[in-house]
């Protein structure tokens, strides 16, 4: 990766791009800092408590900017949400599944679709987190035209903001190296880093005082913390080949086809998905324990308690809901029928198995199989911070979401630097 990043600086336009989105970067941190008119941060980080609600999780989408009540406090969520309903619409909606077959005139349709459903979004979004902030005296004026007034601003700036978000992000994919959004969510994890180091030292000196197992703790989670790095880079390169073979045919004089190839299945083919989904879903009773407030002796206690971040129901829940939203997420992008027409209608079979329904159930199965394993990897991945958590006794910090996205996005922005590297340095037919 290192090499990657030095011979692509070596490349005048490729360190230009390079220094174009460290400087996007750098105005998005800056913006992360602004606070936003008439928000209490304090009130707002006594809301998000410890974790384990849906405040903590957009907390730690945004890179702490929510909890510290600036105008980027929205960021990306209202984007992310967006673009999944907009890919889960685009197949139960005739027109938007047209587009996203169109190529990229059709890309171009839906990526302002999206954009125009991100700003409803943040309006909504907005609208919300005032009343929230609101009830829970984050809001300096509350009453009269002043509490009009600061309702106003705080809503448009909190809209205005998650909208720079996304020009942010466009600015990055025309001029810059990566996918815009996907640095942007980088950049915001990225910059909790000090604190959980910060964490990880205030630990050793509670071991050198005389709590001895954090001498133990830290250095074993640091190891588990690179093994986990080392384990995801495997598995997002890993892939299940299905051998293709193509009959030869006659086109007027000339003779096509011939070739044997493969259809790549990888084993994390719904990435982060899932994990969101689950997130987000799981995060919904702890943010209501939070408003609610119930007394941990009835009924209504009890339930919400079993939803608390570090407790085991909750790892067992988020395991399971982690397999079915990867089952769900899969069989909504992948179709095996439509994989074995397309086949069949380009003459191309799988060794052992006839074209039509036999071809598809095969697909269905490897599919599948895949999808299970990959289900298993994201689960694990998810879950070992919350068993670490339970186990030590320590609050690391350490999502499992977190980690993925760094590590994918690391491994994305390399293969583009090594793709335009090696389109800058190709020979030609000449040579």
Same mark, same amino acid.
């Given at each position: 990766?290192?090499?990657?990043?030095?011979?692509?600086?070596?490349?005048?336009?490729?360190?230009? !791009?390079?220094?174009?989105?460290?400087?996007?970067?750098?105005?998005?941190?800056?913006?992360?800092?602004?606070?936003?008119?008439?928000?209490?941060?304090?009130?707002?980080?006594?809301?998000?408590?410890?974790?384990?609600?849906?405040?903590?999780?957009?907390?730690?989408?945004?890179? %702490?900017?929510?909890?510290?009540?600036?105008?980027?406090?929205?960021?990306?969520?209202?984007?992310?949400?967006?673009?999944?309903?907009?890919?889960l619409l685009s197949i139960a909606i005739?027109?938007?599944?047209?587009?996203?077959?169109?190529?990229?005139?059709?890309?171009?349709?839906?990526? !302002?679709?999206?954009?125009?459903?991100?700003?409803?979004?943040?309006?909504?979004?907005?609208?919300?987190?005032?009343?929230?902030?609101?009830?829970?005296?984050?809001?300096?004026?509350?009453?009269?035209?002043?509490?009009?007034?600061?309702?106003?601003?705080?809503?448009?700036?909190?809209?205005?903001?998650?909208?720079?978000?996304?020009?942010?992000?466009?600015?990055?994919?025309? !001029?810059?190296? %990566?996918?815009?959004?996907?640095?942007?969510?980088?950049?915001?994890?990225?910059? *909790?880093?000090?604190?959980?180091?910060?964490?990880?030292?205030?630990?050793?000196?509670? %071991?050198?005082?005389?709590?001895?197992?954090?001498?133990?703790?830290?250095?074993?989670?640091?190891?588990?913390?690179?093994?986990?790095?080392?384990?995801?880079?495997?598995?997002?390169?890993?892939? *299940? *080949?299905?051998?293709?073979?193509?009959?030869?045919?006659?086109?007027?004089?000339?003779?096509?086809?011939?070739?044997?190839?493969?259809?790549?299945?990888?084993?994390?083919?719904?990435?982060?998905?899932?994990?969101?989904?689950?997130?987000?879903?799981?995060?919904?009773?702890?943010?209501?324990? %939070?408003?609610?407030?119930?007394?941990?002796?009835?009924?209504?206690?009890?339930?919400?308690?079993?939803?608390?971040?570090?407790?085991?129901?909750?790892?067992?829940?988020?395991?399971?809901?982690?397999?079915?939203?990867?089952?769900?997420?899969?069989?909504?992008?992948?179709?095996?029928?439509?994989?074995?027409n397309n086949l069949r209608k380009n003459?191309?079979?799988?060794?052992?198995? *006839?074209?039509?329904?036999?071809?598809?159930?095969?697909?269905?199965?490897?599919?599948?199989?895949?999808?299970?394993?990959?289900?298993?990897?994201?689960?694990?991945?998810?879950?070992?911070?919350?068993?670490?958590?339970?186990?030590?006794?320590?609050?690391?910090?350490?999502?499992?979401?977190?980690?993925?996205?760094?590590?994918?996005?690391?491994?994305?922005?390399?293969?583009?630097l090594e793709s335009q590297m090696m389109?800058?340095?190709?020979?030609?037919?000449?040579?």
């Amino acid at each position: 990766m290192f090499e990657t990043l030095r011979n692509a600086w070596k490349i005048e336009d490729l360190r230009k !791009k390079i220094l174009y989105t460290l400087m996007i970067l750098v105005i998005f941190r800056i913006g992360s800092v602004i606070p936003a008119p008439y928000l209490d941060p304090s009130a707002v980080q006594s809301m998000i408590g410890s974790g384990g609600n849906l405040l903590g999780y957009l907390d730690v989408l945004t890179g %702490g900017s929510f909890s510290n009540a600036t105008v980027l406090a929205l960021s990306i969520s209202p984007y992310i949400t967006s673009s999944i309903v907009i890919q889960l619409l685009s197949i139960a909606i005739p027109a938007l599944e047209r587009l996203a077959k169109e190529g990229a005139d059709g890309r171009k349709k839906l990526n !302002k679709i999206t954009r125009y459903t991100t700003v409803g979004l943040a309006l909504i979004q907005g609208i919300a987190y005032y009343f929230m902030f609101r009830n829970m005296h984050a809001v300096t004026y509350r009453d009269g035209f002043s509490g009009v007034f600061a309702a106003i601003v705080i809503v448009s700036v909190l809209v205005a903001g998650a909208s720079v978000v996304v020009w942010l992000g466009e600015c990055i994919n025309e !001029k810059g190296i %990566g996918n815009g959004i996907s640095m942007i969510l980088f950049a915001g994890i990225i910059s *909790r880093g000090p604190d959980t180091v910060a964490r990880m030292v205030a630990y050793l000196q509670l %071991g050198i005082q005389g709590e001895t197992k954090y001498l133990f703790f830290v250095p074993l989670i640091i190891v588990i913390f690179v093994a986990l790095i080392m384990f995801i880079v495997v598995m997002n390169n890993a892939e *299940r *080949r299905i051998p293709v073979q193509y009959a030869k045919r006659m086109v007027g004089r000339k003779m096509y086809g011939g070739q044997s190839t493969h259809i790549p299945i990888k084993v994390s083919m719904s990435g982060v998905m899932p994990i969101i989904f689950a997130s987000s879903l799981l995060s919904i009773p702890g943010t209501i324990k %939070g408003f609610v407030d119930p007394n941990a002796t009835t009924t209504l206690g009890k339930v919400l308690g079993w939803f608390d971040y570090n407790r085991l129901p909750y790892a067992i829940i988020y395991f399971i809901l982690i397999i079915a939203f990867n089952y769900f997420y899969v069989a909504v992008q992948y179709n095996p029928l439509e994989i074995s027409n397309n086949l069949r209608k380009n003459n191309g079979t799988i060794p052992g198995y *006839r074209p039509g329904k036999p071809t598809s159930d095969f697909i269905a199965r490897v599919i599948s199989k895949v999808t299970l394993l990959g289900a298993l990897f994201l689960g694990a991945i998810a879950i070992l911070p919350i068993i670490i958590g339970m186990v030590t006794n320590m609050n690391i910090a350490l999502g499992g979401t977190t980690i993925i996205i760094v590590v994918g996005v690391a491994l994305d922005t390399v293969r583009q630097l090594e793709s335009q590297m090696m389109m800058r340095h190709y020979k030609g037919f000449l040579e």
